[in-house]
């Protein structure tokens, strides 16, 4: 009789992943403070531990980092998103070399399926896929492993606190053994409890993670819902979630951006939209994706009271639908002209894809455009942005860097070392 193999996953958390991508590429910053600040340099979305332990908090603004980086020698840093998803990649596939049945949970976030592994030493598999990484990438990463994705989750939290694990930690598979981590793990610190369930759960006696787990399932469901019930039997050992190995399928694709300063003008909006729908294209075409409708909005600084508020927004069918950016372009202009009124300040825009087909395109009866051509040409134009660099040639409606006033700004930013040749960093004379 064959018994069943006991479910194990693993949670692979690349360590404070934005400030790490920021050091693989400067070791300077080795050992010094480094946040990370959001779009148009407005506040802290990541920091290094040093950062951390200086007491630098989540969503401080820019003005108070700079205050800190006189007196602390505090490193500032633009996003790089680009940088940031192109290291991402690199570590995901550096994990795969290892273990193979992978879930890309976010950017920084892997859930790897360790049951095909039975019968191996995993704790030693995962030790060398986390050198491994470490070695290939330069990023540095702690992996959580335990009989659920909930139970992994919180062996990661461990293996990023407790220095003796030494970047990886098991979950004892006896529920009995796991007492002493669920009692010190507050229940707003279990995944998918946030603050607002973690009040309620407080006001009913459930303050840690183990008494989530001994709370009856039912009550759970009933108070809350099925998924607060699913994080409590996993809390327990149940399996209630899977790895997910199969990517799923986006239903929209939406590039938008705030501007780096308020625009007045059509010309600087035309150019905005132009760029967002050119992104949008681009990205949709990498995953072999076509668009059946297009939307456009732009609004005005919600926060700016005193100036006049407005906002719209206006979409379209595309038939047949496309992924060529000339199309696309087109018709994104053309909302946006009509949704355009002067007078106001205007600080964001953005172009929203959306009804996406990843099969064979249905053709027009009364299409006259010749697609075979436009994929020659698009494909040529994405080769030739690949090898040389973003934007290396792109729509004129886009208009040219030195000139754009609507770009975000990004006064700290980084180069793109792993995805444009001028960027690649040089040595020797």
């Given at each position: 009789?064959?018994?069943?193999?006991?479910?194990?996953?693993?949670?692979?958390?690349?360590?404070?992943?934005?400030?790490?991508?920021?050091?693989?590429?400067?070791?300077?910053?080795?050992?010094?403070?480094?946040?990370?600040?959001?779009?148009?340099?407005?506040?802290?979305?990541?920091?290094?531990?040093?950062?951390?332990?200086?007491?630098?908090?989540?969503?401080?603004?820019?003005?108070?980092?700079?205050?800190?980086?006189?007196?602390?020698?505090?490193?500032?840093?633009?996003?790089?998103?680009?940088?940031?998803?192109?290291?991402?990649?690199?570590?995901?596939?550096?994990?795969?070399a290892f273990i193979p049945d992978i879930e890309v949970y976010?950017?920084?976030?892997?859930?790897?399926?360790?049951?095909?592994?039975?019968?191996?030493?995993?704790?030693?598999?995962?030790?060398?896929?986390?050198?491994?990484?470490?070695?290939?990438?330069?990023?540095?990463?702690?992996?959580?492993?335990?009989?659920?994705?909930?139970?992994?989750?919180?062996?990661?939290?461990?293996?990023?606190?407790?220095?003796?694990?030494?970047?990886v930690h098991r979950l004892p598979t006896l529920e009995s053994?796991?007492?002493?981590?669920?009692?010190?793990?507050?229940?707003?610190d279990v995944w998918g409890i946030g603050r607002r369930w973690?009040?309620?759960?407080?006001?009913?006696?459930?303050?840690?993670?183990?008494?989530?787990?001994?709370?009856?399932?039912?009550?759970?469901?009933?108070?809350?819902?099925?998924?607060?019930?699913?994080?409590?039997?996993?809390?327990?050992?149940?399996?209630?979630?899977?790895?997910?190995?199969?990517?799923?399928?986006?239903?929209?694709?939406?590039?938008?951006?705030?501007?780096?300063?308020?625009?007045?003008?059509?010309?600087?909006?035309?150019?905005?939209?132009?760029?967002?729908?050119?992104?949008?294209?681009?990205?949709?075409?990498?995953?072999?994706?076509?668009?059946?409708?297009?939307?456009?909005?732009?609004?005005?600084?919600?926060?700016?009271?005193?100036?006049?508020?407005?906002?719209?927004?206006?979409?379209?069918?595309?038939?047949?639908?496309?992924?060529?950016?000339?199309?696309?372009?087109?018709?994104?202009?053309?909302?946006?002209?009509?949704?355009?009124?002067?007078?106001?300040?205007?600080?964001?825009?953005?172009?929203?894809?959306?009804?996406?087909?990843?099969?064979?395109?249905?053709?027009?009866?009364?299409?006259?455009?010749?697609?075979?051509?436009?994929?020659?040409?698009?494909?040529?134009?994405?080769?030739?942005?690949?090898?040389?660099?973003?934007?290396?040639?792109?729509?004129?409606?886009?208009?040219?860097?030195?000139?754009?006033?609507?770009?975000?700004?990004?006064?700290?930013?980084?180069?793109?070392?792993?995805?444009?040749?001028?960027?690649?960093?040089?040595?020797?004379?």
């Amino acid at each position: 009789m064959n018994r069943r193999v006991m479910p194990m996953y693993a949670l692979a958390d690349c360590n404070n992943f934005y400030a790490s991508c920021e050091r693989v590429f400067d070791p300077s910053l080795e050992g010094r403070p480094v946040v990370v600040l959001s779009n148009n340099d407005g506040c802290v979305i990541a920091r290094s531990q040093e950062a951390k332990d200086l007491g630098v908090r989540m969503g401080e603004p820019i003005f108070k980092c700079r205050q800190r980086m006189k007196n602390d020698s505090l490193v500032i840093r633009s996003s790089n998103y680009t940088l940031y998803d192109d290291m991402s990649r690199r570590v995901v596939e550096s994990i795969r070399a290892f273990i193979p049945d992978i879930e890309v949970y976010s950017i920084d976030e892997v859930f790897l399926n360790l049951e095909p592994l039975a019968g191996r030493d995993v704790d030693l598999i995962c030790r060398r896929a986390r050198r491994a990484v470490l070695q290939w990438t330069g990023i540095p990463i702690s992996i959580g492993i335990g009989t659920t994705k909930t139970l992994a989750k919180l062996a990661n939290r461990i293996a990023k606190k407790d220095p003796s694990a030494q970047g990886v930690h098991r979950l004892p598979t006896l529920e009995s053994e796991r007492i002493g981590p669920l009692a010190e793990t507050a229940v707003e610190d279990v995944w998918g409890i946030g603050r607002r369930w973690a009040k309620r759960l407080h006001e009913i006696g459930i303050r840690s993670a183990l008494d989530l787990a001994q709370a009856p399932p039912v009550e759970i469901r009933r108070g809350f819902n099925v998924v607060a019930m699913r994080t409590a039997l996993e809390l327990r050992g149940t399996p209630c979630q899977e790895v997910e190995d199969v990517e799923a399928v986006r239903k929209t694709l939406v590039r938008s951006r705030s501007f780096g300063s308020m625009i007045t003008e059509w010309t600087d909006m035309s150019e905005a939209i132009a760029s967002h729908a050119t992104r949008a294209a681009e990205k949709l075409r990498s995953e072999g994706g076509h668009a059946g409708r297009i939307s456009v909005f732009l609004r005005t600084n919600r926060f700016r009271e005193d100036l006049p508020q407005y906002g719209r927004s206006g979409s379209r069918e595309l038939q047949p639908a496309t992924n060529t950016t000339p199309v696309i372009i087109a018709q994104a202009l053309d909302l946006g002209r009509r949704l355009w009124r002067p007078g106001y300040h205007y600080k964001k825009a953005g172009v929203v894809l959306c009804e996406l087909e990843f099969d064979d395109v249905q053709g027009s009866l009364f299409d006259q455009r010749d697609h075979e051509r436009d994929t020659r040409l698009m494909t040529t134009l994405d080769r030739i942005n690949r090898r040389m660099g973003a934007e290396t040639v792109h729509p004129a409606a886009i208009g040219f860097k030195k000139r754009r006033r609507w770009s975000m700004r990004q006064s700290f930013r980084s180069p793109r070392y792993t995805t444009r040749w001028t960027d690649i960093p040089r040595t020797g004379p």
